[in-house]
């Protein structure tokens, strides 16, 4: 918890103090963490979205620090600019874990290519972004794992709703002032 | 818009997954092993021959385990199943659960060993919570079933020295890994199949090639048997005779004796 406070002063001074659309993101789940906090950036057509997530012991088995980071591709909006609206995307992103028993560069002991890096998870994502008013927006995001595309390649066998994650996010526009 | 944000509501309480990286294991698929070994003790006394399904690599197919699992339950003549190692890609909670939730549908028990895939990122305390110890042995039928780890580039170098230790002329072998020089190295292989050759093991028994055929060989009396990865309704069966005499048959819809 202690490090969520402090990514969030930081992010706080960093975000309250940007020119640009820079947002600060809060992120319950999909897949980012029972708890993430992060900057974000939302254009027209293209947005992008940075997070640290943390999950604690209790509920994930172990303490559980990641990193998110996607980018996103608004298809089009419901309603007006600036005003309400609703902006369904699609994104492309991954989640990173600094663990020591996760490797992002294959250990000496492996013959070359013999896995992929652990540390990392590669995802895929869906959602719906709604803005609620100049200042304030939220999202539900629907995220799928590469090692999840293994359902769609080979679906069925699996219930629905033991592939991906949904998560809820809050995005406050520090320079909607 | 709310009739939307409660559809995700909904969605949410369904597939809520934290991280990719949890690691606990929800009560009902906790210590699979010993479960399965007591329902391995509760089978009714053994008629010969007797037969074992064999399966390996199931990782990243989920429908086709899925669909192998209910091809040996339409079967009667099998007492237990025997998988090979390699249930996830990538060591991860979801799919273990995913593997874990197939082989509970098995009318029968099924037994495994841990694949070199399964102790990627956390997947070594997944299993140990999941399934239980990486070596172990059990009896059925006056054979002896010795499952042990040989997967040396995640846990360090094999232990023969156990395996040695419980080998005997009743005993029929099973590990991910099968004795070639890829993750051995050639002394150990050899010390491998001297110490099969000097018990007299009846089989041994591996998955990991991954191939779409198995693999079969026969020294010094000892068949070596490679499973190939589940893919489809493929999976294999061992017929042990009353003399301890061997066959191993490749099923698909039906088993090679069949065709």
């Given at each position: 918890?202690?490090?969520i406070?402090?990514v969030?002063?930081?992010?706080w001074?960093?975000?309250?103090s940007a020119?640009?659309d820079v947002?600060?993101?809060?992120?319950?789940?999909?897949?980012?963490?029972?708890?993430?906090?992060?900057?974000?950036?939302?254009?027209?057509?293209?947005g992008?979205?940075a997070?640290y997530?943390?999950?604690?012991?209790?509920?994930a088995?172990?303490d559980?620090q990641?990193?998110?980071?996607?980018?996103?591709w608004?298809?089009f909006?419901?309603?007006h600019?600036?005003?309400?609206?609703v902006?369904p995307?699609?994104?492309?992103?991954a989640?990173?874990s600094?663990?020591?028993?996760?490797?992002l560069?294959?250990p000496?002991?492996?013959p070359?290519?013999?896995?992929v890096?652990?540390?990392?998870?590669?995802?895929l994502f869906?959602?719906?972004?709604?803005?609620?008013?100049?200042?304030f927006?939220?999202?539900?995001?629907?995220a799928?794992?590469?090692?999840?595309?293994?359902?769609?390649?080979n679906?069925?066998?699996?219930?629905y709703?033991?592939?991906?994650?949904?998560?809820f996010?809050?995005?406050?526009?520090?320079?909607?002032? | 818009?709310?009739?939307?944000?409660?559809?995700?509501i909904?969605?949410?309480?369904?597939?809520?997954?934290?991280?990719?990286?949890?690691?606990?294991?929800?009560?009902?698929?906790?210590?699979?092993t010993?479960r399965?070994?007591a329902?391995?003790?509760?089978?009714?006394e053994p008629t010969?021959?007797?037969?074992?399904?064999?399966?390996?690599?199931?990782?990243?197919?989920?429908?086709?385990?899925?669909?192998?699992?209910?091809?040996?339950?339409?079967?009667?003549?099998v007492?237990?199943?025997?998988?090979?190692?390699?249930?996830?890609?990538?060591?991860?909670?979801?799919?273990y659960?995913?593997?874990?939730?197939?082989?509970?549908?098995?009318?029968?028990?099924?037994l495994?060993?841990?694949?070199?895939?399964?102790?990627?990122?956390?997947?070594?305390?997944?299993?140990?919570?999941?399934f239980g110890?990486?070596?172990?042995t059990?009896?059925y039928?006056?054979?002896?079933?010795v499952?042990?780890?040989?997967?040396?580039?995640e846990?360090?170098d094999?232990?023969?020295?156990?395996?040695?230790?419980q080998?005997?002329?009743?005993s029929?072998?099973?590990?991910?890994?099968?004795?070639?020089v890829?993750?051995h190295?050639?002394?150990?292989?050899?010390?491998w199949?001297g110490?099969?050759?000097k018990?007299?093991?009846?089989?041994?028994?591996?998955g990991?090639?991954?191939?779409?055929?198995?693999?079969?060989?026969?020294?010094?009396g000892?068949?070596?048997?490679?499973?190939?990865?589940?893919?489809?309704v493929?999976?294999?069966l061992?017929?042990?005779?009353?003399?301890?005499?061997?066959?191993?048959?490749?099923?698909?819809?039906?088993?090679?004796?069949?065709k």
């Amino acid at each position: 918890m202690r490090h969520i406070l402090a990514v969030a002063s930081i992010l706080w001074a960093f975000a309250s103090s940007a020119q640009a659309d820079v947002m600060m993101n809060v992120q319950h789940a999909g897949y980012a963490g029972n708890a993430a906090l992060g900057l974000g950036y939302v254009g027209s057509t293209f947005g992008a979205d940075a997070l640290y997530g943390w999950t604690p012991k209790r509920l994930a088995g172990h303490d559980v620090q990641s990193l998110t980071l996607k980018g996103l591709w608004y298809l089009f909006t419901v309603g007006h600019e600036g005003e309400m609206n609703v902006r369904p995307y699609l994104g492309l992103g991954a989640f990173y874990s600094p663990d020591s028993d996760l490797f992002l560069q294959l250990p000496d002991q492996y013959p070359k290519s013999y896995y992929v890096p652990s540390a990392l998870r590669p995802a895929l994502f869906t959602g719906l972004r709604m803005q609620i008013n100049r200042s304030f927006s939220a999202s539900v995001e629907y995220a799928l794992l590469d090692s999840e595309l293994a359902y769609v390649k080979n679906k069925g066998g699996v219930a629905y709703n033991q592939v991906g994650s949904v998560g809820f996010a809050v995005h406050y526009n520090f320079s909607a002032e | 818009m709310l009739r939307i944000l409660c559809c995700f509501i909904l969605l949410s309480a369904c597939s809520e997954r934290l991280t990719p990286w949890a690691i606990t294991v929800p009560g009902e698929y906790k210590n699979l092993t010993d479960r399965n070994l007591a329902k391995v003790r509760a089978l009714p006394e053994p008629t010969w021959p007797i037969r074992i399904a064999l399966m390996g690599d199931p990782q990243g197919t989920p429908h086709d385990l899925d669909q192998v699992v209910d091809r040996i339950n339409d079967r009667e003549d099998v007492s237990f199943v025997l998988v090979l190692g390699d249930l996830t890609d990538y060591g991860l909670q979801h799919e273990y659960i995913w593997a874990a939730r197939a082989l509970e549908k098995l009318e029968v028990p099924a037994l495994t060993v841990v694949g070199n895939h399964d102790a990627i990122a956390h997947g070594k305390l997944i299993y140990q919570d999941m399934f239980g110890p990486f070596d172990y042995t059990f009896s059925y039928a006056g054979l002896k079933f010795v499952m042990f780890n040989n997967n040396q580039f995640e846990f360090g170098d094999t232990d023969f020295s156990w395996l040695q230790q419980q080998i005997d002329e009743n005993s029929i072998t099973a590990s991910h890994i099968p004795p070639v020089v890829d993750a051995h190295r050639e002394e150990q292989v050899e010390l491998w199949k001297g110490n099969n050759s000097k018990a007299q093991i009846l089989a041994s028994l591996h998955g990991h090639r991954g191939g779409k055929t198995d693999f079969f060989s026969f020294e010094e009396g000892i068949p070596y048997y490679v499973v190939p990865k589940v893919e489809g309704v493929r999976y294999s069966l061992m017929t042990i005779n009353e003399d301890r005499s061997i066959r191993f048959d490749l099923c698909h819809h039906t088993c090679s004796e069949e065709k």
